[in-house]
């Protein structure tokens, strides 16, 4: 990202987009740090919460304790009254891939991005920690690919199918043997570790196990976590690949609480939901942001502005737009091919952003507007993105020109303030949800920021699909389905 929103440095996916601010935020307190791969952003959009649909207006998928950044931690009365030292945090485990016994003392979980070095050094640890400690780990892996590893998400998805197949270590193991990832690296992995190669081809293109990757991504935004390794130990964090010493010491405490517990709780007791129930589920940093939340389904009124696509489609995608940022141009190729793709099922509404510095912008959205009045707003916005955010007012008379508009009713410049209401409402309303760059968009209320990649939408687009599916079958009338999915 250019600087789209960069305030959501270690929260939210970054894409090329042109920005109007810029704000910095900490990462999340860790008990230690190590070595590890930091970025600024991570492959996979930010969206839902909870273990399945998102709620609209709230943070969906994070109910429980934030805990708020700063000089003092303190530990959730409840955790203390438990008898559960150490500040913690509550990290979902849901169907992600483990090993070890389900009732071992010790639980470590880690995000990991298969292209990061540190964590081929991190699971080497873990695996001394086996060792070390037998019988009394449970290992749990999570997805966090890192957008700046080309090849990092691509690995996550074939990993889950790897699960699916009983062939996830193996698969796993090669991919963080740090002999590189490309391609054909996947591939040749993939058939080393006995994968069948169609099924994995073939939910590769159906984005089978997105839903699966996104939500791990989700929960590490929400956890602020911003590089990778990151490790959590019965919910106490570590970042980074650590001396192995700060693991021993913090797994030997685990294990002489584990058993105090047991004797109060009885030996049945689950461990690892005692020393995590009670602790946080999100960060919040020291310095907020005023950018979108990752766990949300922004309500974003369509309106009168330009439409394309049947009403009753099962995606609507609302995109925030600026004629002069050269992003917007490049995001308006993407949709293209989106649109191809999804044909029937994806509807693209149109609100205008004028960014400061661009001399243009508000010109241009006045005579897209006009052009809209005789119908061909979207053959002149296809036109004038064509140019790549290269134009004068000339090119769009010239436009007009060659589109065959009535030049008498075609204002242009400064000359006429007639779509100026429209215009503004737009600009106030993307100031309301948030918008701080472009392009942004909403994908039935839920925020993509920059000009992702087609792969990151179409991610989107599965969980928003069976999501879509699932109000319709609940009687839910089709003309009715977008302002039920974006309603609370």
Known sequence: MLAVSAAVAALLLFAPSCSSATTKVA???AIATGPGSEGSGVAGAPATAREGHPKSGRNAGASGLVFDQGPVARLPAAQVEAGVPHLRFNVALGDSAWRGPPDAPVTIVMFSDFECPYCGRGMQIVEMLEREYADQIRFVYKAFPMTAHRNALRAALMAQSAWAQDKFWPFHN???????????????????????????ETELEQLVFAPAVRRDIRQAKRLAIRSTPTFYINGRHVKGAQRVAIFRAIVDQEISLAKKWKLKGGPDLDVYRYATQHGYVQVRPMVEHRGLQPDRVYPVPLGASPSLGPQTALL???????????????????????????????????????LPGHDLAFAAARASMAAHEQ????????????????????????????????????PHGQRTGRYDA?????????ERLGVTGTPTF???GRPLEGAQPQLE???LFVEELERARSHLARGVAPRDLYASLTSG
């Open 27 to 29: 990462g999340a307190t």
């Open 174 to 200: 090669l991919l963080l043997s740090q002999a590189g990832l490309d391609p054909a690296k996947l591939a040749a992995y993939a058939e080393t570790a006995g994968l069948d190669m169609v099924r994995t």
């Open 316 to 354: 609507t995608v609302v995109v925030f737009g600026d004629f002069q940022c050269p992003f917007c141009a490049r995001a308006n190729d993407l949709l293209h091919a989106l649109r191809n793709q999804y044909s029937g099922q994806l509807r693209i509404v149109y609100k205008h952003v004028a």
């Open 375 to 410: 119908g061909e707003f979207w053959s002149f916005h296809d036109a004038l993105y064509a140019k790549g955010a290269r134009f004068d007012e000339r090119d769009l008379e010239r436009i007009a020109v060659e589109l065959g508009l009535d030049l008498s009713a075609f």
């Open 422 to 430: 429209h215009i503004h409402e737009d600009i106030e309303l993307g």
């Open 442 to 444: 909403f994908v039935n």
């Open 457 to 459: 939408f179409r991610m």
